[in-house]
């Protein structure tokens, strides 16, 4: 008898676009969780003598649509919503210096996304039965894009802006957020 073993999905409940800072740091969980379950399924593609399955094809489509579709509507979310009032404040220059490093990082994590996501395709479409050091190496440099730009945003982005932008400020970002997505 084997023991079936799977990897975990993503869900995971979300707030409401009537808090959009609230809704910016669930995000931030969500990529946690995402890069958990990208750690998770190369480890049990590891120990898995089997190559690639059902589940490890599922964890592949779960990270891939987090990344492929989440991922960048969050990073447009700051750099509409988030990093212009951090910007404004020239006489703090490390928030400006800080602002325009996490800026950069977006873009480095478009660009390290582009070449990751490619053997996770071909490993959800079942064309992949392993990841080669090549892809491991790429999968690497996409995640550890993430560790210092989330803590920065948790600990200093996100409570620099929420402070500068009043209540109605905040509403009309969460109703163009809301917006972007299609939502009403």
Do not use: K
């Not at 409401?16 to 609230?22: K, R, T, Y």
């Not at 964890?59 to 404004?88: G, M, S």
């Not at 996304?113 to 999968?139: C, I, N, V, Y």
């Not at 550890?144 to 209540?167: F, G, K, T, V, W």
Request: glycine share 6%; charged share 30%; proline share 6%.
């Amino acid at each position: 008898m084997t023991t079936r073993v799977s990897l975990p999905g993503m869900r995971s409940p979300g707030a409401g676009f009537d808090q959009p800072f609230e809704m910016l740091d669930a995000c931030h969980d969500r990529v946690r969780r995402s890069l958990d379950l990208l750690r998770h399924l190369r480890d049990y593609l590891r120990g898995h003598g089997h190559g690639c399955d059902d589940s490890a094809r599922q964890a592949a489509r779960d990270v891939l649509r987090y990344f492929d579709i989440a991922a960048p509507l969050h990073h447009e979310d700051e750099e509409l919503h988030v990093f212009p009032p951090l910007l404004a404040q020239e006489h703090d220059a490390p928030l400006v210096t800080l602002v325009r490093q996490l800026q950069r990082d977006h873009v480095r994590m478009a660009e390290r996304w582009a070449t990751a996501r490619g053997p996770l395709q071909a490993m959800a479409d079942g064309q992949l039965p392993a990841f080669s050091a090549e892809h491991e190496a790429a999968l690497d440099g996409f995640a550890e894009c993430y560790a210092d730009h989330l803590r920065h945003e948790d600990d200093s982005i996100y409570p620099a802006a929420r402070a500068l932008l009043d209540p109605g400020a905040q509403s009309a970002m969460g109703q163009e957020m809301a917006r972007r997505r299609g939502v009403r």
